[in-house]
């Protein structure tokens, strides 16, 4: 007997149908920075004077974050000392959190500089925390091509910001 797993929000995004990500137009990180007051419905976890964090809304894998300049720059020549002090500290601190919270084995951290490097934001610099655990991958990516996330957004989104 086959169990079924059940993830109907993944639908719109493995179909690529941005009409239904619910996502504005634009750039979604400058419009996230503009409405502070929307933070819950954007899963904005962290605000600082320089700096957004949210959690990735299609994520790689669990506790999958997105750490980023409030500013619009595309490289990171661009970012002020200020800036680039900012989004640092920010993963630090956001790695520790999910280290504390969540236990993961190790991390994936990096950023995707323009569109050629996969960057699905290539206008606006943002890193990637993804946590990792011992044997997070199975046989779903290649029978299925299909990840697994097995915690929702909103479960996740309480966890970090109680």
Known sequence: MTDSLWAPWRLSYVKHDDE??????GCFLCHYCDTPAEDASHWVIDRGELTLTV???????NGHLLV???AHKASLAELTDDEA????KQLQHWISRLTDLMH??????G???GS???????GHLHWHIVPRWNGDT???PVVGDVKVIPQSLQSLWDLLTG
């Open 111 to 113: 950023l995707n500089l």
């Open 55 to 61: 959690l990735n809304r299609f994520p790689y894998n």
């Open 20 to 25: 239904n990500h619910n996502l504005p137009k």
């Open 104 to 109: 993961p084995d190790g991390f994936n951290v």
């Open 68 to 70: 980023a300049p409030l």
């Open 116 to 122: 050629a490097a996969g960057a699905g934001v290539p």
């Open 85 to 88: 002090f900012a989004c640092t």
């Open 138 to 140: 199975n046989f779903m």
